[in-house]
């Protein structure tokens, strides 16, 4: 699927939701750094090789807004099976902490990639929205 977005779309949405697990419902997650940048880097040949140059997003799966990001990062990786609380930090699906805290994480995500376009869409609109702090 993601080879065919990456060929033909004006955009290609990241989940980081890889195949449905056994009970029909939950999905193995596919969070962590290794794992986005393996995404990220098919995009980019796919897009290449066909002459496309999709906008790549992520689609945020939660948003917390806390005042103890470590407790919180700690909670949700000891329900979701397969993350480790290294990739519930880092991941850009999942939102945790302050506001400046997520745009933080949202901006580590995009030095992680080296992208060299500047901010991507996600951030130039949470930016603009209010739904991130302004402060990066």
Same mark, same amino acid.
């Given at each position: 699927?993601?080879?065919?977005?990456?060929?033909?779309?004006?955009?290609? !949405?990241?989940?980081?939701?890889?195949?449905?697990?056994?009970?029909?419902?939950?999905?193995?997650?596919?969070?962590?750094?290794?794992?986005?940048?393996?995404?990220?880097?098919?995009?980019?040949?796919?897009?290449?090789?066909?002459?496309?140059?999709?906008?790549?997003? !992520?689609?945020?799966?939660?948003?917390?807004?806390?005042?103890?990001?470590?407790?919180?990062?700690?909670?949700?990786?000891?329900?979701?099976?397969?993350?480790?609380?290294?990739?519930? !930090?880092?991941?850009?699906?999942?939102?945790?902490?302050?506001?400046?805290?997520? !745009?933080?994480?949202?901006?580590?995500?995009?030095?992680?990639?080296?992208?060299?376009?500047?901010?991507?869409?996600?951030?130039?609109?949470?930016?603009?929205?209010?739904?991130?702090?302004?402060?990066?």
């Amino acid at each position: 699927m993601l080879r065919a977005a990456a060929r033909r779309a004006g955009v290609v !949405a990241l989940s980081g939701l890889g195949r449905t697990l056994p009970d029909g419902h939950e999905h193995e997650v596919r969070w962590s750094v290794a794992d986005l940048q393996r995404q990220l880097q098919l995009a980019r040949d796919e897009a290449q090789r066909a002459g496309n140059a999709p906008v790549v997003e !992520a689609l945020v799966q939660m948003v917390t807004v806390t005042g103890n990001r470590a407790a919180s990062i700690k909670e949700i990786s000891g329900r979701i099976r397969g993350a480790s609380a290294d990739d519930v !930090a880092r991941t850009p699906f999942l939102l945790i902490g302050s506001y400046e805290q997520m !745009a933080a994480q949202l901006l580590a995500t995009i030095q992680l990639q080296g992208n060299p376009g500047g901010r991507p869409r996600l951030v130039r609109r949470a930016l603009a929205t209010g739904v991130i702090g302004r402060s990066t």
